[in-house]
């Protein structure tokens, strides 16, 4: 690719490859609105169903999310990894 390279990518900082992390490139960090994130990740699990036989709901899906319970972990530990 010619330079420069752009890499978009929603993985955490402790899963991009090691020549990644370790070459000095910048990283800028894009952070949406915790509640936007949140109610995207609703719709695409619901959407996706993932084996699931009922939908679930706002409710159900905001506890999980508080206790930390999503595709990639915390979003706040998600976004800490970047700093």
């Not at 752009?6 to 993985?11: D, E, N, P, R, Y």
């Not at 990644?20 to 719709?43: E, P």
């Not at 993932?50 to 899906?61: G, H, N, V, W, Y």
């Amino acid at each position: 690719m010619p330079s420069p390279r752009f890499l978009a990518t929603h993985i955490p900082y402790s899963s991009l490859p090691e020549s990644a992390r370790d070459s000095g490139c910048r990283i800028v960090y894009i952070s949406r609105d915790i509640k936007a994130v949140f109610v995207s990740l609703w719709h695409f699990v619901n959407k996706a169903r993932f084996d699931m036989k009922e939908e679930i709901s706002l409710e159900e899906a905001f506890e999980s999310y508080c206790d930390g319970v999503s595709i990639y972990g915390p979003i706040w530990d998600h976004q800490l990894e970047y700093l």
